[in-house]
């Protein structure tokens, strides 16, 4: 075993130095450990190593923006849901798929008459609205909290490798051993991005939460049941079933 020590700022790019073995060699296992206050973006390396496959969820999520900012259910256009996955999935990413669906529940309750639907099937639907509000509201704190205070999810796979330690594989190889690059910055900058896009989703927040509400409550929050309607009815002397009723 030869082990040697060689000072080399780690910046933006780093590729550590690599000795020349001067034969060729097999089964050669390179591994990089790395600072956890750095934020890795992207690796390079021959052979079996390590991916971020957090660029290919981007994609996914832009396509995705996309198509969801086409749609008049809600008030969110392609910004607006680009940046709300872009936060989301650097830090939770199964919040995604239930702010998607809260929000989009709520659009449905906008076009909603509750005249149209059973007073019990209404009243149901509004339980699962608020309670569906709630889990989404407590997921969106907590990535917040992750994306302030946690590390950044992407997603690093391959060679069992990880966010700080990157590992490389190579069957045959040499007399130089090989050669592997990683793309980082400091972990402020992930801080930094992420306190301001928890500010962007507290005051886009309140708009989306305003438009909900108009939509849970109007134009009512609750529907008596046709038992508890046709006792109102009756108390006004109003026609129930074809008969007139008069509670003197």
């Known amino acids: 075993e030869v082990t040697w020590r060689e000072p080399q700022t780690l910046g933006l790019g780093y590729a550590p130095a690599l000795a020349d073995l001067r ?5 050669l296992n390179t591994m990089l450990s790395l600072p956890a206050d750095r934020w890795v973006l992207w690796t390079w390396g021959p052979g079996v190593g390590p991916a971020v496959l957090f660029w290919g ?7 995705l923006a996309a198509g969801l ?15 709300l996955g872009i936060g989301l999935i650097l830090a939770q990413v199964w919040v995604v798929l239930l702010v998607i669906g809260w929000l989009f529940a709520l659009g449905l309750r906008h076009r909603l008459n509750p005249q149209d639907v059973e007073p019990w099937r209404f009243n149901l639907t509004q339980m699962g609205l608020i309670m569906l509000t709630l889990l989404a509201l407590g997921g969106l704190v907590g990535a917040v909290q992750q994306g ?7 997603q690093i796979l391959g060679n069992e490798s990880t966010a700080t330690r990157l590992n490389w594989y190579q069957d045959r190889g040499g007399p130089t051993l090989p050669h592997v690059w990683v793309l980082s910055v400091p972990m402020w900058v992930y801080r930094a991005l992420m306190l301001a896009w928890a500010l962007w989703l507290a005051m886009r927040l309140l708009d989306w939460l ?20 046709s006792k109102a009815a ?4 109003e026609t129930v079933g074809g008969e007139m009723r008069l509670d003197l």
Do not use: C, Q, Y
């Open 69 to 83: 900012g086409r749609s008049h259910l809600t008030p969110l256009r392609f910004h607006d849901w680009l940046l």
């Open 148 to 154: 302030l205070l946690g590390a950044p999810a992407m």
């Open 210 to 229: 305003r438009w909900g509400w108009e939509g849970l409550s109007k134009p009512m929050l609750w529907r008596e049941t046709r038992l508890a309607e």
């Open 23 to 27: 034969s060729p060699a097999v089964n």
């Open 234 to 237: 009756a108390a006004k002397g």
């Open 57 to 63: 969820v981007l994609l996914v999520l832009i396509g």
